[in-house]
C-alpha cells in the first residue's frame, strides 16, 4: 500500500495570506488527523476528520480550519497567516471503524515558510 | 489540562548500552500511549505502542512498559546501535486519534 502523502511538500507565504495544503491518507483509511511540529512548541494536535466529521479539535484558533472528502483525502487551512504558523505540517492517516484510538502514521510533511 | 512530560530532553549512551526514555501524563483517561522515532528531516515513524490494559510489550530491541497506577509508562531500547540515534517522541491518546506528545527525547548512540 502506498503512504501518506502530502502535498506541497514547501510553501513560502507571507503575513495576511492564506493557505491550503493537502493530505492522502493510506488507502482504505478513514481518519486524518493534522499536527503542528515547531522547535519550541514540539508536536500539537490540531483536529481530526472521520468519514468527513471533525471528531476532535485542539487548541488553535479559528484560522486554522480543515475538511474532509467523502475520498478520505483532507485538506487544511490557515488564513491570515502569522510569522508563527511558520513550521511542518504533518497528517497522520489512522484505520480501523469509529471509536479508537488506532496506530497512527505521518506523512513526511509541510514545510510552511510564512515571511 | 491534557499533557505529557517527558525525560531526559537529551540522551547520550555508547553502543551496546541500553537507554530509558520516561513519560508521565496526566490524564487518566488515555489508553493509549505509542512511541515515535523521528530521523533529522523525516516524518515521526511509529516503533512501538501499548494499550493501557497491558503492562508491557516487547518488540526485539525495544520494550515498553506502562503503570497506570502511577501514569507513567517508559521505552526501552537494549543493544544500542548507531542508527538508533534520532528524536524519540511518547504519546498518549485524549479520546480517538486525538494525541498528546511529549517534548521529545534527543538520543546519540556513540560507537
Known amino acids: 500500500k502506498a503512504g501518506v502523502t502530502q502535498t506541497p511538500r514547501y510553501l513560502i507565504k507571507t503575513r495576511g495570506q492564506q493557505v491550503t495544503l493537502s493530505c492522502s491518507p493510506i488507502s482504505g483509511h478513514r481518519s486524518v488527523s493534522w499536527y503542528q511540529q515547531t522547535p519550541g512548541q514540539g508536536l500539537q494536535f490540531l483536529f481530526e476528520y472521520f468519514s468527513e466529521t471533525q471528531r476532535n479539535k485542539g487548541n488553535f484558533p479559528g484560522r486554522f480550519s480543515g475538511r474532509q472528502f467523502s475520498n478520505s483525502r483532507s485538506e487544511m487551512n490557515v488564513s491570515t497567516l502569522e510569522l508563527g504558523d511558520s513550521a511542518l505540517y504533518l497528517c497522520a492517516s489512522s484505520g480501523g471503524l469509529a471509536g479508537g484510538p488506532y496506530e497512527q502514521y505521518f506523512g513526511p510533511g509541510t514545510r510552511l515558510t510564512v515571511t | 489540562g491534557e499533557n505529557v512530560e517527558q525525560h531526559p530532553s537529551t540522551l547520550s549512551v555508547q553502543e551496546g548500552d541500553s537507554a530509558v526514555i520516561k513519560c508521565t501524563y496526566s490524564?487518566?483517561?488515555?489508553?493509549?500511549f505509542p512511541w515515535y522515532k523521528q530521523e533529522l528531516g523525516k516524518r515521526p515513524q511509529l516503533i512501538i505502542d501499548?494499550?493501557?490494559?497491558?503492562g508491557e510489550k516487547k518488540d526485539q530491541r525495544i520494550a515498553v512498559t506502562l503503570n497506570k497506577t502511577a501514569k507513567h509508562f517508559s521505552l526501552h531500547i537494549t543493544e544500542t546501535q548507531p542508527e538508533d540515534s534520532a528524536v524519540y517522541f511518547c504519546a498518549a491518546s485524549i479520546g480517538a486519534n486525538k494525541l498528546i506528545f511529549g517534548a521529545g527525547t534527543r538520543l546519540a548512540v556513540h560507537p
Open positions: 501499548i494499550r493501557s490494559n497491558v
Open positions: 490524564d487518566s483517561a488515555s489508553n493509549y
